[in-house]
Nanobody
Framework: QVQLVESGGGLVQPGESLRLSCAASGRRLSISVMGWYRQVPGKQRELVATITNGGTTNYADSVKGRFTISRDGAKNTVYLQMNSLKPEDTAVYFC??????????WGQGTQVTVSS
């Protein structure tokens, strides 16, 4: 069983920054991709950013140039540095992990609220 535990959400004002972290734990961890998705009430969960174990990144157009995803392979941890936050970034952010077996795991979610 694999567990993904997020931390770092909170309430910030527009233009400020937040850093999310997600640590994966479990037996025989063989993670190929980690990333972040977000969801607001009434809408589908959407991709924010992903990073492969080789370091290849992918970002949603709405966050390019503002968010940076990184990964510490030794710690099985993925980070999302979010700068220049906007009210439309408000959502529950979910950590995502895909194993080399193509099984997907999700964290419990962390709330990010951007409001003045």
């Amino acid at each position: 069983q694999v567990q993904l535990v997020e931390s770092g959400g909170g309430l910030v004002q527009p233009g400020e920054s937040l850093r999310l972290s997600c640590a994966a734990s479990g037996r025989r961890l063989s993670i190929s991709v980690m990333g972040w998705y977000r969801q607001v009430p009434g809408k589908q969960r959407e991709l924010v950013a992903t990073i492969t174990n080789g370091g290849t990144t992918n970002y949603a157009d709405s966050v390019k140039g503002r968010f940076t995803i990184s990964r510490d392979g030794a710690k099985n941890t993925v980070y999302l540095q979010m700068n220049s936050l906007k009210p439309e970034d408000t959502a529950v952010y979910f950590c995502y992990g895909r194993m080399i077996t193509s099984i997907d795991y999700w964290g419990q979610g962390t709330q990010v609220t951007v409001s003045s």
